[in-house]
């Protein structure tokens, strides 16, 4: 395919696909008059895809140096059964494709969970069981909502599937207006609550979740955080009447049991829509390591518990040391603490912690804020102590000079 005289490219149907390969090399084109017209050529990408931005996952940054305490990671390695499980399964049979059904898995995690296993379904961690969720009950124009601020991927997910979001509002201590709630609840199709919430690390109760399941649709409780408040939800929820058939719960490896770097999550739902939603999955979407790891792991409930234990200490600590630095402290039932601080310079003192190699979370969120302003903040993830003490340390550098 090369252009006429003129410059332009005459593109058949047929070299669509070739036209995509093309694009995607252009930078490289010597010709300035190839390269403006590859730029000006519409690519064969739905609307829906085309206008957005897509998610941004947090910085992952590439050097050891830096103490990283932006993506809610467990600083605390997995259990030795996790290792040991790795090493068995890659000498194993990993010339055969893996167990589809990660029944292995779903028997250890009903064990945990006093559940059939029928209710699991796992997935190449939790991100990937919200798709499989808005790709099984979502079509293209019902609406999705979420309790806002929350996890912007929602609203990511949502745009893909063509489904237009509403975000609930909710007033200083989190709560949502009953008038709000009913409305959600007759509309919409799937509600998404992340429980405890991230970046706000508040939990709301099982009264009030029973408030937004919708009357036609799915309440998806993402419990990525679920096993760090004082009490967990082990899938009792099944059985309250209130959420009986409405409800999918998710959960992760990636944090409390330290597999963030495997990928592998699950969801937990009443059997029959549990084989609804593994129609929309791909057919081998966890691998062999990853299923032994993650069997491994959630069989080692005492070694996930005990880092449990040490990571809610220290948030304790944290969470008392910030307001000797001007820090508005959030409560928070996660690995992670929602801290406000008086100067509101939150994106400078990001940085300022950046230049000295500590990585935080800035995160903001229009129209959250009172008057529908900016509601903007810094989320702190628990690290080891050692790397708490570091960031101790630096706050006072970060603080200074930005009130
Ligand atoms: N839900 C929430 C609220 C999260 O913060 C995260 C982590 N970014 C996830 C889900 C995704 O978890 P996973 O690593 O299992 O995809």
Not at 199 to 223: F, I, M, Y
Request: aromatic share 8%.
């Amino acid at each position: 395919m090369l252009p006429g005289s003129d410059g332009v490219i005459t593109v058949s149907q047929d070299s669509i696909g070739f036209m995509c390969c093309s694009l995607i090399v252009s930078d490289s084109v010597a010709d300035p008059a190839l390269r403006i017209c590859l730029s000006r050529m519409s690519l064969p990408v739905r609307k829906a895809i085309s206008e957005i931005v897509g998610y941004t996952p947090g910085e992952q940054p590439q050097d050891t140096d830096c103490t990283k305490l932006n993506t809610n990671e467990n600083p605390y390695p997995p259990s030795p059964m996790v290792v040991e499980a790795i090493r068995e399964a890659a000498t194993g049979s990993l010339n055969v494709y893996p167990d589809a059904l990660a029944t292995g898995f779903r028997r250890a995690a009903a064990d945990v969970f006093r559940l059939d296993p029928n209710c699991f379904l796992a997935a190449n961690g939790s991100d990937e069981n919200l798709t499989i969720i808005v790709r099984t009950a979502c079509d293209a124009g019902q609406l999705i909502a979420y309790p806002y601020p929350s996890y912007v991927l929602y609203e990511t997910l949502a745009e893909i599937q063509d489904c237009p979001v509403e975000r609930i509002p909710v007033d200083a201590s989190f709560a949502w207006s009953d008038e709000v709630a009913e409305s959600i609840r007759r509309r919409a199709r799937l509600v998404f609550v992340s429980n405890p919430n991230s970046p706000t690390g508040n939990r709301w109760t099982p009264d009030e979740l029973a408030r937004l399941v919708p009357e036609d649709g799915l309440l998806v409780l993402d419990e990525a955080y679920g096993d760090f408040p004082d009490q967990p939800h082990r899938g009792e929820l099944l059985h309250d009447s209130r959420f009986v058939g409405r409800l999918v719960i998710t959960r992760t490896l990636s944090k409390s049991y330290s597999l963030a770097g495997l990928r592998f999550g699950f969801s937990i739902a009443q059997p029959e829509l549990t084989a609804e939603m593994r129609k929309s999955k791909d057919s081998y979407n966890c691998d062999t390591i990853a299923i032994a790891a993650a069997t491994a792991a959630i069989q080692d409930q005492n070694w996930m518990l005990a880092n449990r234990s040490k990571i809610v200490a220290t948030r304790m600590r944290l969470a008392a040391r910030l307001p000797d630095f001007g820090f508005n402290v959030y409560p928070s039932e996660a690995n992670f603490v929602w801290t406000q601080h008086a100067s509101g310079r939150h994106e400078s003192i990001y940085r300022r912690l950046k230049e000295k190699r500590i990585l935080v979370r800035y995160m903001k969120f229009p129209g959250a804020g009172p008057d529908g302003g900016m509601f903007d903040g810094i989320r702190i993830t628990v690290g080891a102590d050692d790397q708490i003490d570091r960031l101790l340390d630096e706050l006072n550098f970060a603080v200074s000079g930005v009130s």
